[in-house]
């Protein structure tokens, strides 16, 4: 459950670097340059996540501090959008990351994680 999360996350985030990409062929972008590091940003974590859903399939012991910083990170992010003019965007990322957050630290998921 928590790996399809965290897997949920990384294909959420190369739907975001589809977005970019469309939005620098098709719209043009005032900063291509710009546009192209954030996609290719985005891309990196993706990867990373995903690497992350994979060790989380595998018990590596490695990867709660990763896992723990990237949801930390989305909460910091989806946490102002509640509040602004996106809540389905702030609800996207806060539901999986505080789901995340509290199944790192279950106690079985801790015993299979420190082994």
Same mark, same amino acid.
């Given at each position: 459950m928590l790996a399809a999360?965290?897997?949920?996350?990384?294909?959420?985030?190369?739907?975001?670097?589809?977005?970019?990409?469309?939005?620098?062929l098709v719209q043009g972008a005032a900063a291509p340059v710009a546009a192209v590091a954030l996609a290719a940003?985005?891309?990196?974590?993706?990867?990373?996540?995903?690497?992350? #859903?994979?060790?989380?399939?595998?018990?590596?012991?490695?990867?709660r501090s990763p896992v723990l910083v990237w949801?930390?990170?989305?909460?910091? #992010?989806?946490?102002?959008?509640?509040?602004?003019?996106?809540?389905?965007?702030?609800?996207?990322?806060?539901v999986p990351a505080v789901l995340v957050l509290v199944g790192l630290f279950l106690p079985p998921v801790s015993a299979q994680l420190s082994r």
């Open positions: 999360l965290v897997a949920l996350e990384a294909v959420l985030l190369v739907g975001g670097v589809a977005y970019l990409v469309h939005g620098l940003t985005t891309a990196v974590f993706a990867a990373a996540v995903a690497l992350c #859903a994979r060790g989380l399939l595998q018990r590596a012991t490695w990867v949801q930390v990170l989305q909460l910091a #992010a989806g946490w102002p959008a509640l509040g602004g003019g996106s809540p389905w965007l702030g609800v996207l990322l806060v």
